[in-house]
């Protein structure tokens, strides 16, 4: 293989380029490492984007009025453009006009059926949006990852075509980062016949990640709003601590469980080379942040994650029958097929029960497909808990008042499933 192994791959996520200021921040940051070598830079749809994205698009597929909702994604990217000092503004504001017209052709001629495929569509305009809006600013190069980033056709959760992403990113990333900075976008991959798919959300660590591993990087920096990788999200939990290090299996396992800082597929291609991935605070740059990588620690601080908007769904056999292999195959195809994940699950005698997050229409789908079979009860609105290395103390923390639906516990793991609260 050929490597670079100086370069260095920087993800900057939604609130690293929120507005302006965020932007000039963004910038800051770039400068300081600009000339200690190659550097590319993966940048992920403006704050809330991908969300309003969704919106739009789950309006104009389902016929409703979505022109005022486009309208303010428009504003809110040309205000920043704008806000972003000459030459950004000039240059840009063609380029986002030109996006933004593509965006409303295609909102207006959805195809019906289609859903998942002409999601990738719609959704990767942000990247698409915010990517040019750094590249002007920065006065750096721009690279449409959909290109080289070659993946197959499973919508909103594209698999990876490893060796010819590989061969083409070796093929066009040298010559470019020869000349100097190099941004793109994350999230995004392209079919071999040049359509657009996407990793699924939050997945532009992960692309940090594939473009790492496929260009042999020194490194990959994650630049969050938070101090590091924490024993917790500092947004529901008290009195979190910073992982100075931590290992690769460590944090695949708290990114599996729900820990949203890090996409869950970012750590293994960084594992399979040994690439180590850190994570800084884009508020305090110059801070240590956390350092993931091969190494040895004692047991961490017990860590607590919390994925919200999940749904417990329990199937009963109609005829009283036990839950048999035959039954469990059943179930987990029709799963598969809807596209619902499991995260945990439990079964009794005569009923079988998973937790997956929750969506209106995959839940609907499954009910429509085992209905006849089974008698299928759901409960919305839950929150499933991990605590990884747990002692009795912080199983105390977190259950104390609580009402539980499902619990389970192995030597170092407890997950339970629980109402949101109010
Ligand atoms: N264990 C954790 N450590 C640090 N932050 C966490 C953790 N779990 C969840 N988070 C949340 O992750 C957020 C940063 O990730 P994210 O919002 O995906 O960043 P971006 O989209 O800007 O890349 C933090 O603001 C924090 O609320
Ligand atoms: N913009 C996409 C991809 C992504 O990774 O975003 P972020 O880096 O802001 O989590 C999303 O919101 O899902």
């Known amino acids: ?233 500092p947004k529901f939990f008290a009195d979190t601590v910073r992982y100075p290090e931590i290992s690769y299996q460590e944090t695949i396992e708290m990114a599996y469980y729900g820990a949203s800082v890090i996409h869950p597929k970012t750590i293994k291609p960084l594992a399979v080379r040994g690439i180590p991935l850190l994570v800084k605070s884009f508020l305090y740059p110059t801070a240590e942040g956390t350092r993931v990588h091969d190494c040895q620690h004692g047991l961490l601080a017990p860590a607590y994650i919390r994925k919200a908007d999940q749904c417990l769904i329990s199937f009963e056999s109609k005829d009283l029958a036990f839950i048999s292999e035959e039954n469990l195959e059943v179930i987990f195809g029709t799963l598969a097929q809807v596209r619902l994940k499991i995260h945990v699950m439990q079964n009794s005698a005569i009923s079988f029960s998973v937790c997956t997050d929750f969506s209106a229409y995959r839940l609907e789908q499954l009910l429509s497909l085992l209905r006849d079979q089974f008698t299928v009860h759901y409960n919305t609105e839950l929150v499933l808990y991990t605590i990884k290395n747990y002692t009795s103390d912080s199983l105390e923390r977190l259950t104390a008042g609580r009402t539980l639906l499902l619990e389970q516990r192995t030597r170092q793991t407890f997950q339970m499933v629980c109402r949101e609260e109010a």
Request: some cysteine; charged content about 15%; proline content about 4%.
């Open 1 to 233: 293989m050929h490597s670079l192994p100086t370069l260095k791959v920087f993800k900057f996520g939604g609130a690293s380029v929120k507005d302006a200021p965020a932007i000039r921040n963004l910038a800051a940051i770039v400068h300081l490492h600009q000339s200690q070598g190659p550097l590319l830079i993966v940048v992920s749809a403006m704050g809330k984007t991908t969300n309003a994205l969704e919106d739009i698009f789950q309006r104009a597929y389902t016929g409703k009025p979505y022109a005022e909702a486009l309208q303010a994604l428009e504003d809110y990217h040309l205000q920043t453009a704008q806000e972003l000092v000459e030459p950004t503004h000039q240059e840009a504001q063609p380029v986002l006009n030109e996006l933004f017209a593509q965006l409303r052709q295609q909102l207006s001629t959805l195809i019906p059926a289609q859903y998942d495929q002409q999601y990738d569509q719609i959704v990767s305009f942000g990247e698409l949006l915010a990517t040019r809006l750094v590249a002007h600013t920065l006065a750096a190069q721009w690279l449409d990852c959909r290109s080289l980033l070659r993946t197959d056709s499973t919508w909103r959760e594209a698999r990876v075509d490893w060796a010819t992403t590989e061969q083409q990113l070796q093929a066009s990333l040298p010559p470019l980062l020869a000349q100097g900075l190099v941004i793109t976008q994350g999230f995004l991959g392209g079919t071999a016949d040049g359509r657009t798919t996407t990793l699924g959300r939050e997945g532009s660590d992960y692309t940090a990640a594939i473009l790492a591993y496929c260009l042999g990087a020194e490194s990959v920096t994650i630049w969050k709003d938070v101090a590091g990788l924490l024993n917790a999200d």
